[in-house]
């Protein structure tokens, strides 16, 4: 073998050229290499040559690719297929080369790996989950997501292998592997590699041959358990907002900005007299007089332009019953998630209930006023530290400010604050009322009495938070009393002096009366005696009456119990076969006299003694 190619004419039609220019059909390999090889590709050229001309081998056969320059300059590239043929000596006679020009053909490999870069790398970017399946349900092939989520065994595997629980998928598809469906949309549950149950919905298209027959199926499938979830939470959610709209009392209501009814909930439809499908799609002025409807829509403009909540009150009629209402309307501009605009809603709370209590509490705060005005009571209120937190008349010389936010510690003397704040602790601490008599000196140094009662103040949650003190002053009274008392102390003792000097005659006269019976004792004397004795005996009674009533109005007029008082009265008393009855309810108490009881006394035995038939 000599170091020459010779070439023909193909060979020069694929370089460009002919014979003729480049001087004859035979060429040396370094001419070849300069006039049309890449320098790279030079030293692969005569390495497959050299091969060829030095292989034992006599079935040789080698294929390379390189690239050449055209004579018009063009980069070609072709395909090289090197045989040698050899004497009986195995020596090499010489080598052929056949060339075949596949520039075009590697342009279309390379369009095509570019397609199949793209393709994998759309795969790879596809969330989905792609597979394919033949006529018999198994896998045959499938992307990334499917191996993910199915497993890298999966090709192979039928596809019920995989479905969880029982369903229907297979009879859902049969319409597409029998050619009558091109794609069918289906969701089912499927087992995922690591044993989860999830629900896939799937988008599953015919496979077909060249002659249009189905070999299978190509399926994309998206996991949809949390969308799922979502949804049925949103659905419920949804459910329990339209339950709670339909039973809440208040009227509920949705417009869009021209003033369309677009929902409604029942109590709205009373005020209409109408069914929410018959109100959406109209407005205010289809069911009120022009006057109340333009009020309305007047509210809802101011609703949108603060776009915020605005309130306002109106009284209403309501259609279904004529029934007349007072509302506290809330209007809201109501925005989408991007923020559009979607109407106004409403909510109307009857507050006809809050308004009567209104007026009846001013009526009642004025009746108040005017009683609190013109009452000679001193009535206080204590927090639970029992600081001043509302007087009414203050006494003593103070003011509302000496009083107001203050305890007796800062307004009374050490010794009277501590007697006052004992008694009302006591109170707090039993919850019982106490009725309390005080003896208080006023800024002018004159003592005042009161008499009164504390009782506990409970606050919203039950539990006492403070203290309520009635009170009047009674010094006048007391002083009167005093007064009474000193008279009746000097009446008794003259009383006491005059019964000492009556109950002296008297023993003369019993005594005289005696020996006058035993010195001149006729039946007609006898008379007279017995008359003597008897106005004696009586004047005797009559003294000894006016000793027990000489203290009254001595002492001091306290609360008495009265059902305890007909009691005791009746435990004193000889009743014989009279039986009292006490219905006096317990703890009903009277002011009076420590010697109320002999009054009681008195009316029982009188009743007993004279009162024939008593009831």
Request: with cysteine; glycine share 8%; net charge negative.
């Amino acid at each position: 073998a000599t170091d020459t190619f010779t070439f023909d004419d193909q060979f020069y039609a694929l370089l460009g050229t002919n014979a003729e220019r480049e001087g004859g059909t035979k060429m040396r390999s370094g001419e070849y290499a300069t006039r049309f090889l890449l320098p790279e590709d030079v030293p692969l050229v005569g390495q497959e040559t050299e091969a060829a001309i030095s292989t034992r081998d006599p079935d040789f056969c080698r294929r390379i690719e390189h690239d050449i320059i055209r004579r018009d300059g063009e980069r070609r590239t072709m395909s090289v297929v090197f045989r040698a043929l050899k004497d009986s000596s195995g020596r090499t006679i010489k080598t052929y080369g056949a060339n075949q020009d596949i520039t075009e053909m590697k342009r279309k490999e390379e369009k095509l790996r570019s397609l199949v870069s793209r393709y994998d790398m759309v795969l790879g970017v596809i969330p989905d989950i792609i597979v394919e399946v033949d006529n018999s349900k198994r896998y045959t092939w499938a992307n990334q997501e499917g191996f993910r989520f199915f497993g890298e065994d999966i090709i192979g595997r039928e596809a019920s292998y995989y479905f969880e629980g029982e369903q229907d998928t297979y009879q859902s598809v049969r319409s597409l592997f029998e050619g009558r469906a091109d794609t069918i949309l289906l969701e089912s549950w499927q087992r995922r590699r690591d044993g989860e149950r999830r629900l896939l919905s799937w988008r599953c298209r015919a496979l077909l041959d060249g002659d249009g027959n189905v070999i299978g199926a190509l399926s994309s499938a998206r996991d949809i358990t949390e969308r799922r979830a979502r949804e049925r939470a949103v659905h419920d959610s949804e459910a329990r907002l339209h339950a709670l709209v339909h039973a809440i009392p208040d009227l509920i209501w949705l417009k869009d900005m021209n003033g369309v009814y677009l929902s409604c909930n029942p109590m709205f439809e009373r005020f209409f007299g109408a069914k929410e499908q018959d109100i959406v799609g109209r407005t205010d002025y289809d069911f009120v007089d022009r006057e109340l409807a333009d009020s309305f829509r007047e509210n809802d403009r101011r609703a949108i332009a603060a776009g915020g909540p605005t309130i306002n009150e109106e009284w209403i009629t309501f259609a279904e019953d004529g029934r007349k209402a007072f509302l506290h309307t809330i209007k809201t501009p109501m925005y989408d998630d991007k923020g559009d605009f979607i109407g106004v809603l409403g909510i109307g709370h009857d507050i006809t209930g809050l308004k009567e209590a209104e007026r009846s509490l001013r009526e009642n705060e004025e009746r108040f006023r005017l009683i609190s005005e013109n009452s000679p009571d001193h009535i206080v209120v204590h927090d639970r530290d029992l600081r001043y937190t509302w007087v009414l008349n203050p006494q003593l010389g103070l003011s509302l400010a000496d009083m107001i936010g203050r305890t007796d510690f800062d307004i009374l003397g050490k010794d009277d604050a501590e007697r006052l704040t004992a008694a009302k602790r006591e109170v707090m601490s039993s919850g019982k009322e106490m009725k309390f008599c005080a003896k208080l000196p006023s800024l002018d140094g004159e003592d005042h009495h009161f008499d009164g009662v504390f009782k506990p103040k409970y606050g919203p949650d039950g539990e006492i938070n403070g203290l309520i003190g009635y009170f009047r002053d009674v010094t006048e009274f007391t002083k009167v009393q005093e007064s009474l008392s000193e008279v009746n102390r000097k009446l008794n003792l003259l009383s006491g002096i005059t019964r000492h000097d009556i109950n002296n005659q008297l023993m003369i006269l019993e005594g005289n009366l005696a020996m006058l019976r035993a010195d001149h004792s006729t039946p007609k004397g006898d008379e007279h005696l017995n008359r003597a004795e008897a106005a004696g005996m009586k004047i005797a009674a009559l003294i000894r009456f006016t000793k027990e009533y000489e203290g009254i109005g001595v002492r001091s007029a306290v609360w008495q119990n009265l059902s305890a008082l007909v009691n005791k009265v009746s435990m004193d008393t000889n009743l014989g076969e009279v039986r009292v009855a006490n219905d006096i309810p317990p703890g009903v108490e009277v002011f009076a006299d420590p010697m109320i009881d002999k009054v009681f006394f008195n009316l029982v035995d009188n009743a007993v003694r004279h009162g024939g038939k008593v009831a």
